[in-house]
Nanobody, 122 residues
């Protein structure tokens, strides 16, 4: 059972930055960040596989960066130039090797954190 605990969410004005942290009990093949806005489906924003290869959604490409801590089992999401449409609950997720993992599908992930809220005001 992989345990995931997110932190680092908060309120920020548009153009600002936040860094989310996911404290994981262990790394799995896929480690990812998802987000969900009210009334919308959960969206995979960034994923990293065990080889360090990453995939981002088009909406965050160039603004967000996913990374791992080499000494601790922490997963990070650096979010820059935040926009109001980035508002939502952000979840850390862990999963195994699946076909076309870069598609960032929620169904491919077995373990989820409780989420941390991000609010971006205009």
């Amino acid at each position: 059972q992989v345990q995931l605990v997110e932190s680092g969410g908060g309120s920020v004005q548009a153009g600002g930055s936040l860094k989310l942290t996911c404290s994981a009990s262990e790394y799995t093949y896929l480690m990812a960040w998802f987000r969900q806005a009210p009334g919308k489906e959960r969206e995979g924003v960034a994923v990293m596989n065990s080889d360090g290869i990453t995939s981002y959604s088009d909406s965050v490409e160039g603004r967000f960066a996913i990374s791992k801590d080499l000494h601790k089992t922490n997963l990070y999401l650096q979010m820059n130039n935040l926009k109001p449409e980035d508002t939502g609950m952000y979840y850390c997720a862990a999963g195994g090797l699946v076909d076309r993992w870069w598609h960032r599908r929620p169904a491919d992930y077995n373990y989820w954190g409780q989420g941390t809220r991000v609010t971006v005001s205009s």
